[in-house]
């Protein structure tokens, strides 16, 4: 059975290749915003290129502050695989994750992040607490930022300016 919070998908359609993963992470975040949430997508991919899971942001739809997207395509990946570690796995994010979902990729072992917009002000990857470069840190996925940045940053002004407007 799906986490509660597991983005709806058709439990026995078959698994999907891509070659362009952040593609779909791209179709979540504009989902996202359209449901009026904080338009972020995020895609697990896993080896030769079957996504795994997707999933857009769904704090407000789900009154849960860690249904961000990473989190939610984590644990269904996980559910998907029917283990918990995800090292020969990619995931590809909209936004670079903050604090909350790095440490998640931690403890999942996602292999790879690969992300769009960098957040300095609420990211934990390049900025932030930098959880990857700690010394305690358990883990250290490859990460690469920066992938169609620019898509991912007019994303999230649209966004906000709507809400922000007087």
Do not use: W
């Amino acid at each position: 059975m799906p986490h509660p919070s597991a983005p709806d998908a058709a439990p026995d359609m078959p698994p999907r290749r891509t070659r362009d993963p952040m593609s779909l992470a791209f179709a979540e975040a504009r989902a996202a915003a359209l449901r009026g949430e904080v338009p972020v997508g995020a895609v697990v991919v896993g080896p030769g290129g079957i996504v795994l899971a997707r999933a857009g942001n769904r704090t407000e739809e789900l009154h849960d502050p860690s249904a961000h997207a990473e989190m939610l395509a984590l644990r269904e990946a996980v559910r998907v695989r029917g283990g918990r570690r995800l090292a020969d796995c990619a995931l590809y994010v909209t936004l670079e994750p903050c604090p909350m979902c790095a440490g998640a990729a931690v403890h999942f072992r996602i292999g790879r992040i690969l992300f769009g917009a960098y957040d300095p002000k609420g990211g934990g990857v390049d900025h932030g607490p930098r959880l990857f470069a700690r010394p305690g840190c358990l883990h250290r996925p490859e990460t690469i930022g920066g992938l169609r940045e620019q898509e991912a940053q007019a994303m999230l002004r649209a966004f906000f300016g709507d809400r922000r407007t007087p």
